[in-house]
């Protein structure tokens, strides 16, 4: 089995537009705003085309300083990102969301680059970058829901205790329809990617299990840790 990794050129990357540019139409044919859309569109291809370039540079560098760098800019990024929907008190619970990111993130980044891949050296930044991207991503999106659930059932008249219940089970819904959909709904692109460049599947499976594993633990111990800090501050939503 050879490798079949095929480069995509521009000009056929062209043709993947057809479907993100009929979108478009249907919504100027209903009369609806196709800005927000449009500037979407324009941002993700320069965030992507921007990251490309970067992650390039990032690969052949061998500073960990750099790299420790990036991590320090993903954490603080995601914690922010996470309380956009508690912009009340937003900067108030921010150290909140940083504490309970950096601690559900990089307790999963540790088990997974040293106990699970022994990574040497351990800044190795073709692995440390992206599973820190995956692991940040889904600890910023359980702070998130968790934060909005609990806000949301705290202004409703609910005591704390019941609402840290009901927003930590929130939290990981989309987490555990993940791993309840895994193989049999979708395969996921980690996955995907490693069995185009021609990975076998049988290792591209443990992979994947490694990646859903230290997803789930880290958007865990990231929501309930978020949970527990902010109670202090909570009491003040019961009184809105």
């Known amino acids: 089995m050879t490798s079949t990794v095929e480069t995509i050129s521009f000009g056929n990357l062209i043709i993947g537009f057809v479907p993100v540019v009929a979108v478009v139409g249907i919504l100027l044919t209903w009369s609806l705003d196709a800005k927000y ?5 324009v941002r993700m291809l320069g965030q992507l085309l921007l990251i490309g370039y970067l992650l390039t540079t990032i690969f052949e560098t061998e500073s960990s300083g750099l ?3 990036i991590l320090v800019v993903m954490v603080f990024s995601s914690s922010w990102i996470a309380l956009g929907t508690i912009k009340d008190n937003r900067r108030k619970l921010f150290k909140y969301a940083l504490m309970s990111i950096s601690l559900g993130g990089f307790t999963s980044l540790a088990f997974v680059t040293q106990g699970v891949l022994g990574l040497s050296p351990w800044y190795f930044p073709q692995y ?10 889904s600890s910023m999106n359980s702070v998130s829901l968790a934060a909005e659930r609990l806000h ?3 202004t409703r008249g609910m005591l704390y205790d019941q609402a840290k219940t009901i927003a930590l089970k929130a939290a990981l819904i989309p987490v555990i329809n993940a791993m309840l959909a895994v193989g049999l709904v979708s395969i996921p692109g980690m996955m995907t990617g490693q069995i185009l460049s021609d990975v076998s599947p049988l290792v591209a499976v443990r992979y994947q299990i490694m990646v859903m594993c230290m ?3 880290a958007s865990g ?3 309930a840790c978020f949970l527990v800090l902010v109670k202090s501050s909570s009491n003040e939503w019961s009184k809105t």
């Open 37 to 41: 859309a449009t500037y979407a569109i």
């Open 67 to 69: 790299i420790v760098a």
């Open 128 to 137: 440390v970058v992206p599973l820190a991207g995956m692991i940040f991503a």
């Open 152 to 154: 949301a059932e705290m």
């Open 215 to 217: 997803v789930f633990g």
């Open 221 to 223: 111990i990231s929501a």
